[in-house]
């Protein structure tokens, strides 16, 4: 499955990740009392799929959507003006 493939990644990268009993997704999040987004596969089975604040992000590979997501979460749990 192509999630665990993902999940792995993210853990190298030092990602809070956790998996969904009820659909196939992951939480992530940078740190433990930081912000959680949801992580699916598109419908095409070929595509990472992540949402926060109506803005969508795509990777069609799980290391390259593991770099992606670790640096959006960095910047999404930086304080407004660390942000850029």
Avoid: Q
């Avoid at 990268?13 to 959680?36: E, F, I, N, T």
């Avoid at 990777?59 to 979460?73: E, M, S, T, V």
């Amino acid at each position: 499955m192509v999630l665990v493939d993902l999940c792995r990644e993210l853990i190298k990268l030092g990602v809070h990740v956790g998996l969904s009993d009820a659909r196939p997704a992951l939480s992530v999040r940078g740190g433990l009392a930081l912000r959680k987004v949801w992580i699916e596969v598109d419908p095409s089975g070929e595509s990472f799929v992540w949402r926060r604040d109506d803005r969508a992000h795509h990777a069609d590979d799980p290391a390259g959507a593991a770099a992606r997501i670790a640096k959006y979460l960095k910047k999404l749990d930086a304080a407004p003006g660390e942000r850029s």
